[in-house]
């Protein structure tokens, strides 16, 4: 079965500063998806940025990029110029491909800006 | 925009109740989640939902827990008789397609005493 770990269990940044959230998987599998999302006090889990496994090219999404290292199953979150309303709980997850949408967490991430 | 929403957003029940989660998935979407959360631990795939019936489900889903979709817009998550650990936040999500991008709602959580 596929696990995911993450070993930051709160993390703070200066507003504006960059902050890198940890991520590290198991597998047996070739062919996956990964995924950040952010879960806002209160607030539903949206989408941040997701990742092909066969894709070396590491996803972006404006101010959030991954570094997806296949080899060492590890797929970081980097915020850049962090912004008060990244503040949140950030969950990374995997997911088989093909087959029903059954995400695998890892145990969140708590992230606090400090203006 | 389009948004997935549950109610209750708080539910208390006594244990042996039973209990019914109500979520909306967008209109649109075709598949249909539950996950749960215990407090302090991780997120967790209880059943996926497809076609009108379940297409996946996790050893945590047994014979307590049941889903429907009564109506076309509503997707319910029932449980029929409570235990304590059965407390947890629960999320309902949704997606379009099957690889789709899941969207999630707030969540309810369950407290049984």
């Known amino acids: 079965a596929q696990t995911v770990t993450q070993s930051q269990p709160e993390m703070s940044v200066q507003e504006a500063e960059t902050v890198t959230l940890s991520c590290t998987y198991d597998t047996s599998e070739s062919d996956y998806y990964l995924f950040w999302y952010k879960q806002p006090p209160s607030r539903q889990m949206i989408l941040v940025i997701r990742?092909?496994?066969?894709?070396?090219q590491n996803a972006t999404e404006n101010r959030f990029s991954v570094n997806f290292q296949k080899a060492a199953k590890s797929f970081s979150l980097k915020i850049s110029d962090s912004q008060l309303g990244d503040a949140a709980m950030y969950f990374c997850a995997y997911r088989s491909n093909g087959g029903a949408q059954k995400l695998v967490f890892g145990q969140g991430t708590r992230l606090t800006i400090n203006p | 925009e389009p948004e997935v929403t549950q109610t209750p957003s708080h539910q208390v029940t006594q244990m042996g109740q039973e209990v019914i989660l109500r979520c909306v998935p967008i209109?649109?979407?075709?598949?249909f989640y539950w996950y749960r959360q215990i407090l302090g631990q991780k997120v967790e795939f209880l059943v996926s939902?497809?076609?009108?019936?379940?297409?996946?489900k996790s050893e945590i889903f047994d014979d307590q827990f049941s889903v429907e979709r009564p109506d076309g817009s509503n997707f319910t998550l029932k449980i029929r008789s409570t235990k304590l650990e059965d407390s947890a936040m629960y999320f309902c999500a949704s997606s379009e397609y099957g690889t789709g991008e899941l969207f999630f709602g707030e969540g309810s959580r369950l407290t049984v005493l």
């Open positions: 209109s649109n979407h075709l598949y």
């Open positions: 990742q092909e496994a066969y894709k070396q």
């Open positions: 939902f497809y076609n009108n019936e379940i297409s996946e």
